[in-house]
Nanobody, 123 residues
Framework: VQLQASGGGLVQAGGSLRLSCAAS????????MGWFRQAPGKEREFVAA????????YYIDSVKGRFTISRDNAKNTVSLQMNSLKPEDTAVYYC?????????????????WGQGTQVTVSS
């Protein structure tokens, strides 16, 4: 599976962005999909995940109620709608594909990674 993330940009605090991740390969629907982020000088952090079917989702507490993950298996895409953005959301965001449960937040669970897209939130 090859992943290509897009949709990042510069936005003011309180604004919104929608990240997309396009996947190649016919096995996309077999994988749970996750979004991670990495701020300068910090470790890569789990943000959200969605099960292969789309029935289950999981978020870190700091984005609950603001971010929504979704997927379209017919189009091989996964999206992250980010609302009410805060400066602390600034990071490079990565999409990833894994075979574990959505509540497993470790990067080691994910086997395929996209190249990352920069999100910058100004105050």
């Amino acid at each position: 599976v090859q992943l290509q993330a897009s949709g990042g940009g510069l936005v003011q605090a309180g604004g919104s962005l929608r990240l997309s991740c396009a996947a190649s390969g016919r096995t996309f629907s077999s994988y749970a999909m996750g979004w991670f982020r990495q701020a300068p000088g910090k470790e890569r952090e789990f943000v959200a995940a969605i099960s292969w079917s789309g029935d289950s989702t999981y978020y870190i507490d700091s984005v609950k109620g603001r971010f929504t993950i979704s997927r379209d298996n017919a189009k091989n895409t996964v999206s992250l709608q980010m609302n009410s953005l805060k400066p602390e959301d600034t990071a490079v965001y990565y999409c990833a594909a894994g075979l574990g449960a959505v509540w497993v937040t470790s990067t080691s669970m994910y086997v395929y990674w996209g190249q990352g897209t920069q999100v910058t939130v100004s105050s």
